[in-house]
């Protein structure tokens, strides 16, 4: 039965959920209210038509695993559209279809996509339900898995279902896996229309329509208009032992170990001295400023929808400790004992079963799939912040800006001022993972770590960035966090990482926020400050004569290069680039000249 009644705030959704069901055709339609009792109903249905398989129940009570079809198991960004009036509006930045063109191909998907069936309504809610930051949306699916999925990843049911009827406005999302045809399949964003339709993946960010296409692509586009960010950035706390938190986002592309960064764990001396992170959230950040000039951030996800592979005892014990149970995992392998298993578990057991569900042979492959995944409720993380439920947010003292780069990029350096940020957000670059389709290791330029998810043209974005240092008298004088950029991926000659990284990245944050506070050293360079000897805290930890020199070395020849590589990026957007961003592009090329 839908909610609500006619010519109440809900009208607008109960006609559109009517017009949708008239073109899907489902056998019925469910109104998700998030409760207890229907996430056991829709779990024993999985369980019972195999799309859930229970786990160990002793080891791991309440998780499940799910093996999604394997031509569909990670975004897929060459069939990932945005569909503006303008074509210049997208940017070069994303493919690009007319809205007509699009809807009449999507209609044609959608048609009857839905017979035998049942169509799920699930209202939710994007960050604390009372947050002024907070956005809504209703993502209609015909897949029980994706709603079980969206109730741990959002706040779903009753309560957001109130706030729209309140509200009046949400994002409309219509998915369908429909017959998880690669050949037939799409994920596109009318961001003019605060509308979403994917047709054909049942995977991650192509079906939780909250994550990537809502709160990032969507988000992004919202964000501009209305003077905020939407980023894809995790969100920490640094408490230090005088008891003081200072918070950082961090933006890196998926698979460069956000999660880890977000949960990390002091190394002991830091421990022991009473330092304390506090985790806020792994991927999404949605920043405002406050009254005070600063900017509030809050994570608008509830859960972590994060990378399997590489968790550990030892790289991420609070991601471990989390998934112990009431968790969802995707395409990992099995042991014997029927629990989840993954490539870097390090537990000393090993995989029967791969992730495809056939024996496991590690000559053929590994057992879990490299972008294998782990649903869970942020709620279990030990290391969870109750500042994550605060409506108003929290400051953010600094932004890093991170990627994967075996050379050149030096472990830190902090950006002169806001545009000279912005423009060490734009030019980022990175290795591909296999969070996408497509080659692994290819380094791409990778602004912010937005390439995928910004849902506008990348040149009025970077001027939107700009936008935020600000000198208008009626504005609140703008406090805004220092920028950073970190390369954790930094090779040797001899192909190996050269910095520990995990939680020995907390040396790097607490120079940061020594900078902020006016308390740490640093040397200039044309590319920004770097630490000098002495200036991060390195007891405990052993680098070669090599590492100190790439770790915290500037190559100069190199930065040439790259800044003339920097130039020609920027050139591709054309007159919409900010010349702002030209300018100060060119000033650090002519000091490198
Ligand atoms: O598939 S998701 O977009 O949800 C995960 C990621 O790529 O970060
Ligand atoms: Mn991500």
Redesign the pocket.
């Known amino acids: 039965m839908a909610p609500g009644s006619q010519g109440s705030q809900l009208a607008a959704l109960n006609a559109w959920v009517a017009e949708v069901a008239a073109l899907t055709r489902p056998d019925a339609i469910h109104w998700c209210d998030g409760s207890d009792a229907e996430n056991a109903a829709l779990i024993a249905q999985m369980q019972a038509d195999g799309t859930l398989i229970q786990l160990n129940e002793q080891s791991h009570p309440n998780s499940y695993l799910h093996r999604s079809h394997p031509d569909d198991v ?2 897929v960004e060459h069939l990932t559209f945005v569909c503006t009036a303008h074509k210049d509006d997208a940017g070069p930045n994303n493919h690009w279809m007319a809205p007509l063109d699009a809807h009449a191909k999507m209609d044609a998907l959608f048609d009857g996509c839905m017979q035998g069936r049942t169509m799920y309504v699930i209202p939710y809610c994007m960050g604390p339900i009372d947050s002024p930051l907070s956005r809504c949306g209703v993502e209609i699916t015909d897949s029980p898995y994706v709603v079980a999925n969206m109730r741990i990843m959002t706040r779903m049911g009753a309560p957001a279902l109130a706030r729209i009827e309140r509200e009046g406005s949400f994002v409309k999302g219509l998915h369908s896996i429909g017959e998880l045809d690669p050949e037939r399949r799409f994920i596109m964003h009318f961001p003019e229309e605060l509308t979403i339709q994917s047709f054909g993946s049942g ?4 079906a ?1 329509l909250g ?2 296409c809502h709160a990032l692509r969507i988000a992004s586009h919202q964000a501009r208009s209305e003077g905020w960010l939407a980023e894809h950035m995790l969100i920490l706390g640094i408490e230090n032992p005088q008891g003081e938190t200072h918070y950082v986002a961090a933006a890196f592309p ?2 460069c170990g956000k999660t880890n960064l977000a949960m990390l764990i002091p190394p002991e001396g830091y421990r022991n001295a009473g330092w304390k992170v506090w985790t806020i959230g792994d ?1 999404i950040c949605w920043m405002r400023p406050g009254s005070d000039g600063r900017l509030y951030a809050i994570n608008p996800e509830a859960g972590f ?1 994060g990378v399997a592979p590489g968790t550990s005892a030892k790289s991420n014990p609070n991601a471990l400790a989390s998934i112990q149970h009431d968790t969802i995992f995707t395409n990992v392998g099995v042991t014997a004992d029927n629990q989840p298993w993954w490539e870097g578990l390090d537990d000393g057991q090993t995989a029967v079963t791969d992730w495809r569900g056939n024996p496991f042979d590690a000559a053929k492959g590994p057992a879990a799939h490299p ?1 294998s ?1 782990f649903t869970v409720s942020a709620k279990q993380c030990p290391s969870y912040s109750a500042k994550a439920e605060d409506a108003q947010g929290v400051p953010i003292s600094a932004i890093v800006f991170g990627g994967r780069r075996a050379s050149l990029v030096p472990l830190v350096f902090e950006a002169r001022d806001w545009t000279h940020g912005v423009l060490v957000g734009a030019a980022m670059g990175s290795e591909t993972t296999a ?2 389709t497509g080659a692994v290791g290819v380094m791409r330029r990778d602004p912010m770590a937005m390439k ?1 998810f910004c849902g506008y043209n990348f040149a009025d974005y970077f001027s939107h960035w700009l936008s935020f240092d600000h000198d208008d008298a009626k504005l609140p004088k703008a406090d805004l966090p220092k920028i950073f950029h970190v390369n954790w991926f930094r090779k040797g000659d001899d192909g190996k990482f050269l910095w520990p990284g995990f939680g020995d990245n907390l040396r790097v944050l607490e120079w940061m926020i020594g900078r902020v506070k006016g308390e740490a050293a640093a040397v200039e360079t044309p590319i920004g400050h770097l630490p000098a000897e002495g200036d991060l805290n390195l007891d405990g930890v052993t680098l070669n004569e090599e590492g100190r020199a790439k770790l915290f070395g500037f190559d100069h020849a190199g930065w040439q290069a790259e800044f003339a590589s920097i130039g020609d990026y920027l050139d591709e957007y054309g007159p919409r680039m900010p010349q702002a961003l030209k300018d100060e592009q060119q000033r650090i090329a002519a000091s490198l000249a």
């Open positions: 990670a975004r995977y991650g960010g192509n939780l994550k990537k998926s698979a991927d929808f972008n995944r969070a996408a995928p």
